[in-house]
Structures are given as structure tokens and as C-alpha cells.
């Protein structure tokens, strides 16, 4: 994606990569200040934050300003530009998306084949679905099992079309699932060290992926990756207390890595791995 008016300057950043196993896209993080881009065009949807600052665009007809915490969309094949607003430029995040994602995840969302979702509005300040897109780059930036990048994606973008689209989509009814809740948290249960995937669990369940983590959330308080992670601390918790090594144990519960471990152990349970262990 060639579409920059000049190099990056001192205090400017861009990294950009795939995330191939939710689908065709592609994620941006960047800081600008200088830094501009030429009108171009995407095949796809572009989605993203302003993390801070702003940016001034140019989009159907137009100048734009979208401050910090705002959330922009370009429809597929729409031109614009990109720069930052004032001299302190801007931090954002990107999504850009094949737009038979979307497609899927509005069809996910209402149990209906729909068309893809059209944005009339190029931003529109929603501080919790910003927040939510936010924390879905950031997952698909790190070491998230693929439960829950795939879990984010379709959560996420469901509630961004159903909210903002020129053609608001309904949620379809919940039932009884808890039986059908019941046999998934069974199933995570029994393979918490597996990196099992949104696919997998919605097949055993026999709902749309969008419903299953509907249901389970509404049943038991977390969406199905939560609930592995949480089954998994507990399992690591009583390995701590039968004095294994923690590397091991990172790894025997699924985590791949001492560090993201870690991570995850201190941040269910307040105390690192080691402090567990030396305490009980």
C-alpha cells in the first residue's frame, strides 16, 4: 500500500501486518506528524481509532476532522486522504478488511444473509465500541490465542455494523442454550491446553460463532476465550502448589511462553506466578 506523500520524520512510527487466520486484513499502528497520505482507495473496508490527536481527511465531497477516541470508516473503493490536524499529528489504529468479513459478521449478528454494510458517515464518537475495537488490534498485535482474536473480530465488528450501518440490523432471539453452554464450557474444560478455535466450538454447538459467544457470556459472565483462560489459571494454580517449574507450567496450560504467562496469571489473579508459589 503505496499511498504516502513523504518519508517518515523523527518521532513517526508505522508497522503494519496480517492477521490471515480471521481472514483477508491487514492491521496499521502508526503515529504521524508531517507524515501525509496521497487520495487513495481501498478494495476493501477501512475501520479504525484515533488514539490521539487528530487527523484531517478529505472523503466524498469533503474535509473531515476526526479527534482523539473517534471512530473512522471508508467504504470499499471511496477516496481520501490522511494528515494530521495540527502539528502535534496523530496516533491511530487500522483495520483494513476484505469486506466479505463484514458481510459475515452482520450475517452472524442477525442469522440472515445480508449485503455488505454501507457507512453513510465517515466517524462517529462511540467511546465503548472504540474502546472494543481498540482492544481487538491490540490482540490481533500480540500472542492471543486464536479463540479469542477470533472472538474479538466478530463481536466486534457485528456490533459496528449493527450500530452504524445505514441499515441497522436486528440481533437475533436467544433461547435456552444452556444445555448447549454446558457442552462447550465442557469442552474447553477438556482441552485447555489446545489453541482451540471459534470454528471448533461453534460447530459443537451448532450455532452461528456470533451466537454461541452471545449465550455463553449471558449464561456465565465471559465470552468462551475468557472462560479458557480462566480454566486454565486454575489448572496452573494447582501445578504452582504441587511445586513445578513455572516454565513448565506455562507451557503445560496452553500459554506457549513464560512471559505470557506471566501475564495472564498476574492479571486474574493480582501476584506473579512465582509469588503464587512461594505463598501457598
Known amino acids: 500500500m503505496d499511498c504516502h506523500n513523504n ?49 484531517s481527511f478529505y472523503y466524498r465531497g469533503a474535509i473531515h476532522t476526526a479527534p482523539v477516541g473517534q471512530i473512522i470508516v471508508f467504504n470499499p473503493n471511496e477516496a481520501h486522504t490522511g494528515q494530521g490536524a495540527d502539528i502535534r499529528g496523530w496516533r491511530f489504529r487500522m483495520f483494513y478488511l476484505d469486506s ?49 482474536r477470533q472472538s474479538k473480530f466478530i463481536w466486534t465488528f457485528a456490533h459496528l455494523a449493527s450500530r452504524h450501518a445505514d441499515d441497522p440490523s436486528t440481533e437475533r432471539t436467544v433461547g435456552n442454550e444452556r444445555s448447549i453452554v454446558k457442552l462447550v464450557r465442557e469442552y474447553l474444560g477438556d482441552h485447555f491446553a489446545q489453541n482451540v478455535t471459534l470454528n471448533e466450538i461453534a460447530i459443537l454447538s451448532g450455532l452461528s460463532s456470533y451466537h454461541l459467544i452471545r449465550v455463553f457470556r449471558e449464561e456465565t459472565g465471559l465470552p468462551p476465550h475468557a472462560y479458557q483462560s480462566q480454566v486454565r489459571i486454575n489448572r496452573a494454580k494447582r501445578m504452582l502448589r504441587q511445586r513445578k517449574a513455572i516454565s513448565a507450567v506455562a507451557i503445560e496450560t496452553g500459554f506457549g511462553d513464560q512471559s505470557h504467562f506471566t501475564r495472564h496469571f498476574k492479571r486474574m489473579t493480582g501476584v506473579t506466578p512465582g509469588q503464587y508459589q512461594q505463598a501457598v
Open 7 to 55: 518519508p517518515l520524520n523523527r518521532g513517526e512510527f508505522a508497522r503494519i501486518w496480517r492477521a490471515d487466520d480471521i481472514g483477508d486484513i491487514e492491521l496499521l499502528h502508526a503515529q504521524y506528524l508531517t507524515y501525509s497520505f496521497a487520495r487513495h482507495t481501498h478494495e476493501g473496508a477501512a475501520v479504525g481509532i484515533i488514539e490521539d490527536g487528530a487527523e
Open 100 to 148: 466479505i468479513l463484514l458481510q459475515r459478521a452482520v450475517a452472524e449478528f442477525t442469522g440472515q444473509r445480508r449485503d455488505v454494510p454501507f457507512f453513510p458517515h465517515p466517524t462517529f464518537n462511540d467511546p465503548d465500541l472504540a474502546g472494543i475495537l481498540r482492544n481487538l488490534h491490540i490482540s490481533l498485535e500480540g500472542a492471543a490465542t486464536a479463540l479469542e
